[in-house]
């Protein structure tokens, strides 16, 4: 049970609903790419062509916003650690709040590319100030807990996400899907009016005061340091894996139900509508089953993290994950049981997260925390862009063909086995406190 102030309460839920909003606004259009990229590109919804352009442009679009998230973790980790924690969060929020609903107004796929790029410079950003604002302001003994707390907030995001779209493309404009995802990119907006609240309630930590006070401007550079370099080192390492794992099979999450769902509908001989509402409903499920397994797996790193110790704790999240890949993408199983594997995928790939937010702080010094824990955790995005664009140039290669897609993800298994190999690298700082 935490055991906070009222305004520790303040501070990490406003870094809670910023990192949600986040994730919200990060994955908004991954939901609408099967009717977006048809659209944009004239081609029909729901047709082979289509299909395979989805699989390519959904594979690029992803791996350029990763590329932008990282830029946008590097750029403003500094930023932060030298002009504030608040302010960095109140002006990322801004940023890919208005990055997601110009999304709604492209008419090409250059100008939706250039939106999402903005989008992603403030998501990047984002999650360094939100982290460091929480570290530093919560007791010693409940940073664990509030790490981990903080992080249930992606599941939110991603329940927000899904209930957006199928609210709006899935009820509402289930019938016009050419612009029924333009509708759903406006609701991007939302984190932008939450972003005075921060504003108006939340102050700059004083162990940060204190720090940016007496301490020289930091430089990206003294995270190589001889001193701090192992640090950065087993930061970088976690960080890659988890994310390269999952960015790989979660961005096609709703491409592969779609693939799915299509072809269910196709067997079954239902007119457009219908297959419309059923590709909504199946995407729906398939998410919800996956943000249940990451919503649990985030808050099982609490325990894990404080009874077995940070290593060993990712040791088994990362064979976990393995396990839940290659037996989800592998195994010959019906669609509806497949889509409930989901399940250990949240578990296990998505649930690692929850550990981010309290271990790379717990790494750096103050003057330090945001450059090394924003540069660590975003810019293993740049490698982990090419999960994304494997998978969906593989996949479009086979014509959108869903056995190719499922073949193509089963390979994504072997990464966290990868991950396993280096965690001798890996800084143990159980019971330790967060360095001055």
Do not use: H
């Not at 030298?82 to 302010?87: E, I, S």
């Not at 006070?213 to 890659?240: G, H, Y």
């Not at 869903?402 to 073949?407: D, E, I, Q, S, Y």
């Amino acid at each position: 049970m935490l055991r906070l102030t009222r305004y520790q309460w303040i501070v990490l839920f406003a870094a809670w609903l910023g990192w949600g909003f986040d994730i919200f606004d990060g994955l908004l259009f991954n939901y609408v790419a099967p009717n977006a990229i048809p659209t944009l590109l004239g081609l029909e919804i729901g047709s082979p062509e289509a299909r395979s352009a989805t699989l390519y442009w959904t594979g690029l679009i992803t791996a350029i916003f990763l590329v932008g998230w990282a830029i946008g973790g590097v750029l403003f980790g500094p930023i932060s650690d030298r002009y504030g924690r608040k302010r960095v969060l109140l002006i990322t929020m801004v940023l890919y709040a208005a990055g997601t609903a110009l999304c709604a107004f492209v008419t090409s796929i250059e100008q939706l590319i250039v939106c999402r790029i903005i989008a992603s410079l403030g998501i990047g950003g984002e999650w360094a100030a939100g982290c460091a604002l929480v570290a530093e302001v919560v007791p010693e003994d409940q940073r664990v807990e509030a790490g981990a707390v903080l992080y249930t907030a992606a599941p939110f995001g991603l329940f927000l996400a899904t209930g957006v779209n199928a609210l709006v493309a899935g009820y509402f404009f289930a019938d016009v899907p050419e612009v029924s995802w333009r509708y759903v990119l406006v609701f991007g907006l939302l984190p932008a009016a939450f972003a005075f609240w921060v504003r108006t309630f939340v102050k700059e930590p004083e162990r940060w005061q204190s720090a940016a006070a007496t301490a020289p401007p930091p430089r990206l550079r003294e995270i190589f340091t001889p001193e701090i370099w192992p640090r950065t080192r087993s930061a970088l390492l976690v960080a890659l894996i988890a994310l390269l794992t999952w960015w790989s099979c979660n961005a096609f999450i709703p491409v592969v139900v779609a693939g799915l769902a299509q072809a269910e509908a196709l067997q079954l001989g239902l007119d457009r509508t219908a297959t419309s509402i059923l590709t909504e409903s199946w995407k729906t499920q398939a998410t919800t089953i996956f943000n249940v397994g990451g919503l649990i797996g985030t808050l099982l790193t609490i325990p894990l993290a404080k009874r077995l110790g940070r290593k060993p704790m990712f040791v088994i999240y990362l064979g976990c994950s393995a396990i839940s890949l290659l037996a989800t993408f592998g195994l010959d199983l019906p669609p509806q049981v497949r889509l409930y594997m989901y399940f250990f995928i949240g578990l296990t790939v998505f649930g690692i997260f929850g550990s981010f937010t309290f271990y790379l702080p717990e790494l750096f010094p103050t003057r330090l925390r945001a450059t090394g824990s924003g540069f660590t955790y975003n810019i293993g995005r740049v490698v982990a862009a090419a999960g994304p664009f494997f998978v969906g140039s593989v996949a479009a290669a086979g014509a959108g063909d869903p056995k190719v897609v499922l073949n193509t993800l089963f390979m994504v298994g072997v990464v966290p086995l990868i991950g396993l190999l280096g965690m001798g690298w890996v800084i143990e700082t159980r019971g330790q406190k967060i360095p001055d």
